[in-house]
């Protein structure tokens, strides 16, 4: 396994490839990867893969018709369970108890959800078929979950991601009433803060994570805080939302 982390002579960054990945499961150091993350190209989607991935502080993010694409942003984007911040009007809106939270009922359906909804015009979505088909696969091996946000009996928003270790990788969200998602997020930070859970990677900037108190680090420093995070034994299977 190559290390996740090493140091490059600055003059050699303007000089760096990226990889083509092989058959084999195996990634360069994440020192390698170009300005913007991207790290490598090509391989597959397999469970093997993308575990392998994950664990390096890696993921997978590419348009239909273009091989897969890896990437390893430096700053990281992430979210601390212990900043999470909540406004006074979510606050209020949870207390009302305006949406029923469910785990791992519908992931299908979340990340479908996820996949088509509205993007900036000309801009694609990066969860392909062939993603949908490669995450339902971690869900159904244990390892991708989803958490449901649902409004008189229909499902208003949600989001899904990877669960490694005490790290959970968030993947995307979606809503159709103001608040679901972000009612999503709030329940799976709490849920994952009891387990022990260290930290949610967000993976790239936005303003709706940061504003909901996610920021960004090194990814040197992402890097150890995940490692320290695997130790922790995966909390695999299907998760259940407790009231």
């Known amino acids: 396994m190559p290390s996740a982390f090493c140091f490059i002579p600055y003059y050699l960054y303007y000089l760096m490839p990226v990889y083509l990945l092989t058959k084999e499961i195996i990634f360069p150091p994440v ?3 170009e300005e ?3 790290l490598a190209v090509g391989g597959d989607l397999s469970i093997e893969r993308l575990l392998e ?3 390096l502080g890696i993921f997978p993010w590419y348009s239909k018709g273009s091989p897969v694409m890896w990437w390893s942003p430096d700053p990281r984007l992430v979210l601390f369970p212990d900043e999470l911040k909540i406004s006074r009007s979510l606050r209020q809106e949870i207390k009302r108890e305006t949406f029923q939270i469910t785990m791992d009922t519908v992931f299908d359906e979340v990340i479908k959800r996820c996949a088509v909804i509205k993007r900036r015009k000309g801009e694609e979505t990066w969860i392909t078929k ?3 088909n490669a995450y339902i696969r971690l869900h159904n091996e244990g390892y991708a979950h989803s958490v449901e946000c649902w409004h008189d009996g229909k499902l208003a928003g949600g989001l899904y991601g990877v669960s490694l270790g005490g790290s959970f990788f968030g993947e995307s969200m979606f809503t159709e009433k103001t608040n679901a998602s972000k009612v999503a997020l709030v329940s799976l930070t709490g849920y ?3 387990l022990g859970f ?3 990677d967000c993976q790239v900037k936005t303003k709706h994570l940061m504003s909901l108190g996610a920021r960004e680090i090194p990814r040197e420093k992402f890097l150890k805080i995940l490692n320290e995070s695997l130790k922790i034994p ?3 299977g299907k998760w259940q939302w407790k009231e």
Request: glycine residues 4%; negative net charge; charged residues 30%.
């Open 31 to 33: 020192c390698f990867a």
């Open 36 to 38: 913007e993350g991207l």
């Open 53 to 55: 991935a994950y664990s």
């Open 130 to 132: 062939e993603m949908i």
């Open 192 to 194: 994952i803060k009891d």
């Open 198 to 200: 260290r930290i949610i």
């Open 234 to 236: 995966d909390y695999n």
